[in-house]
């Protein structure tokens, strides 16, 4: 089997969410933080025969650079990557000691929906460092028909705030759907983003990639359908 280059995005992304990877026999990838405030799921080209489990992915994928135009077999205990001249034999992790997802996410349904680009996630970023802001919130503003990006820093009201429009809203409600800018680990590209009161949030790729994050937010967020 080869692995695609799209593939080898989706685990570098992966490697950033949970050091750990369970890869479950078909063409599905997922992957849940260990603080299982961040789940992450795709599928990719290549179906997978066995059920492996890789302790360190970033070591993991580092090996598999080594290796020009690698292929690998997998095996019972260890997936060989070789090419015409060379090889590594990579031993598996026991799966039980990982941490992997155990079932899908149930999400509830969406108060709000809105579509931000991968331009818009970038300034997100760049704004949470110029200001040193933890905080990304999806927020209106009662008698306002639009919805914002705000960076901020809700422990502080006194601070400095970057606010961006981001799509129009017309509904009746108030909310503040907080979310940590340190758990956006997302591959680059434009999403869908579904948000529940229930504090948990749908992150769809609509462009580059087909993968899907579920991202928790804070405990802070409020909703209010007044």
């Not at 299982?36 to 992915?57: P, Q, R």
């Not at 970023?125 to 040193?132: S, T």
Request: proline share 4%; with cysteine.
């Amino acid at each position: 089997m080869k692995i695609s280059k799209e593939t080898l995005e989706v685990l570098k992304n992966f490697s950033a969410i949970n050091p750990n990877l369970v890869i479950k026999e078909g063409n599905k990838l997922s992957t849940i933080a260990e603080a299982k405030n961040i789940m992450a799921s795709c599928d990719v080209t290549e179906t997978f025969e066995k059920s492996i489990g890789i302790y360190d992915l970033n070591e993991f994928l580092s090996a598999l650079s080594l290796i020009e135009d690698v292929e690998l077999e997998f095996g019972d205990d260890s997936v060989i990557m070789k090419s015409a001249t060379s090889s590594i034999t990579y031993r598996y992790a026991d799966k039980s000691i990982l941490t992997s997802p155990d079932k899908e996410v149930n999400m509830p349904e969406a108060e709000v929906v809105v579509n931000i680009s991968a331009d818009l996630i970038s300034q997100i970023r760049r704004a949470g460092g110029a200001l040193n802001h933890p905080v990304v919130s999806i927020t209106s503003i009662d008698g306002d028909d639009n919805i914002y990006l705000q960076v901020k820093d809700p422990e502080n009201p006194s601070a400095n705030i970057f606010q961006i429009e981001t799509g129009d809203y017309s509904g009746n409600a108030v909310f503040d759907f907080q979310f940590l800018i340190a758990n956006l680990k997302l591959i680059p590209g434009d999403y869908k983003v579904s948000v529940s009161s229930k504090l948990i949030s749908h992150w769809e790729c609509i462009n580059n990639n087909p993968v899907q994050y579920w991202i928790a937010l804070e405990k802070n967020s409020t909703f209010d359908n007044a």
